[in-house]
């Protein structure tokens, strides 16, 4: 992930020539997902303000932040479901602002909410979903990889929080996705079934297969799973980069991403208050 934000790459990479640099950029693969200088508000309220990264293929990324910090909207914003104020998004190449939403097709997005009809089951979904994409997956092949078999063919009222999210991500997953983009995925999951999940979303990376992006108020839970960091607080961006260097950037007493998103986030309400 690149960034403008406090948090910068380790320098020890960083090409220190005009030509190396011209050499790493040409080398360096297209982005999946640009972010430049995003702001959006609703009314007088600012939820995203002045936000600007990049993913490369193959990153996981963990968007954390407090409630309220902007995640959902800055999600919602980068998958085409809400217009920035101002700024750009795009995403493999095109522009979220483009209606015909050409990288739809690419992206599989789990929301922070969602809604089942209670009466229908999962294999409903599944064969919904397959239907309105032009591309799909083996639907027996996916409902192996995540274990859905047992719940296939409940309704979705008799299921677990556990056994909804899995069915999300599913869903998410219909269309054979290069990026993935989850909202608070493990929401509200008990710890062996956060666990279970997360072995789940290993299996959907592929070891960079695909791009993943999720966000999650557990620190643990980003430093498990992610390369990357996004730390928002108040629709801005409080440090972004590869997990060792945003912890290296909190200060020597932080040790661990908790104690990184503590100091910084402390630091950033106490200010704020
Ligand atoms: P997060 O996902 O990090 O909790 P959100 O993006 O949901 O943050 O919210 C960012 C800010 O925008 C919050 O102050 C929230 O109250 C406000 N907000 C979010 N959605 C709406 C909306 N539809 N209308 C008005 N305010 C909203
Ligand atoms: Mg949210």
Known sequence: MQTQARVQHSSAFAPQHAAAAAAAAAAAPAPVVEVEHVSKRYGERVAVSDVSFSIAPGQVVALVGPNGAGKS????????LRRADRGRVSVFGSDTADPRRPYAARIG????????????????????????????????QLVRELDLGRFLDQRMNKLSGGQRQRIALALALVNDPDFIILDEPTVGLDPIARRAFWQLLRRVHGDGARTLLFSTHYMEEAEALASHVLMLAHGRILAAGPIRDVVAAAGSAAATLDDAYTALVGMEQGTLV
């Open 73 to 80: 909207t800055l999600v919602e914003i980068m998958v085409g």
């Open 109 to 140: 997005v789990q929301l922070q909410q969602t809604g089942f009809f209670p009466s229908l089951t999962a294999r409903d979904y599944l064969r919904f979903f397959q239907r309105v994409y032009p591309r799909s997956v083996d639907l027996d």
